[in-house]
Structures are given as structure tokens and as C-alpha cells.
Nanobody
Framework: QVQLVESGGGLVQAGGSLRLSCAASGIFFSMNAGAWYRQAAGKQRELVAAITSGGNPNYSESVKGRFTISRDNAKNTVYLQMNYLKPEDTAVYYC?????????????WGQGTQVTVSS
């Protein structure tokens, strides 16, 4: 059974930083692609960043240059380092995993962690 457990969300002022973590069991990020999505209130869930099993990242235009996705194979954990946060980054952030090596779509989801950025 695959489980993805996010942590690291919270309240931060605009311009601040947070690091989200996603610890996986039942799946290995060294062999499977991982990603972070977010869903703001009243909006659709959107892809923020993804990383292939080979470690190649991709970002949405809205976070490029501010967010960094990475992973630690030994801990089987994917991270999202978020810098220069803006109020519009406020959302529930979800970790996702794919059964393949490249990011296509989410096969597994975490429960989500709230990120709130105050102005």
C-alpha cells in the first residue's frame, strides 16, 4: 500500500520561506516520479513542480525561480523548498507520485498540508 505523508506547512509572512516534505512508503522516488500540487480555495488543483526518477525537475511558470523540488533517496522523501513566498501561494499543497519514471499524472496522493502566506 502506497502512503505519502506531507509535513512542513504553516503560516509565514510574504517574502518568507517554508520547506515541505513528503515521506513515501510502498513506492520509491528513486524509481518513480514525484510532484507537488496545490489547490487554493475555490480554484482547481494545479501542478507546481515535478521531479523524474532521474532527478530532473520541472516547474510551473508561477513558481519558477522561487521554488525548488528535490529528493533524498535514502529517506525516500521529496521536498519543496519555497522561497520569496507571496500571498497568492496560499493553498493546500499535495504531494503526488506516479508509477512511472517520468511525470504524467498522479497515481497516488498525500493528504495535503496547508500553506498560508500573510501580506
Amino acid at each position: 500500500q502506497v502512503q505519502l505523508v506531507e509535513s512542513g506547512g504553516g503560516l509565514v509572512q510574504a517574502g518568507g520561506s517554508l520547506r515541505l516534505s513528503c515521506a513515501a512508503s510502498g513506492i520509491f522516488f528513486s524509481m518513480n516520479a514525484g510532484a507537488w500540487y496545490r489547490q487554493a480555495a475555490g480554484k482547481q488543483r494545479e501542478l507546481v513542480a515535478a521531479i523524474t526518477s532521474g532527478g530532473n525537475p520541472n516547474y510551473s511558470e508561477s513558481v519558477k525561480g522561487r521554488f525548488t523540488i528535490s529528493r533524498d533517496n535514502a529517506k525516500n522523501t521529496v521536498y519543496l523548498q519555497m522561497n520569496y513566498l507571496k500571498p497568492e501561494d496560499t493553498a493546500v499543497y499535495y504531494c503526488a507520485a506516479n508509477r512511472g519514471r517520468l511525470w504524467r499524472a498522479a497515481d497516488y496522493w498525500g493528504q495535503g498540508t496547508q500553506v498560508t502566506v500573510s501580506s
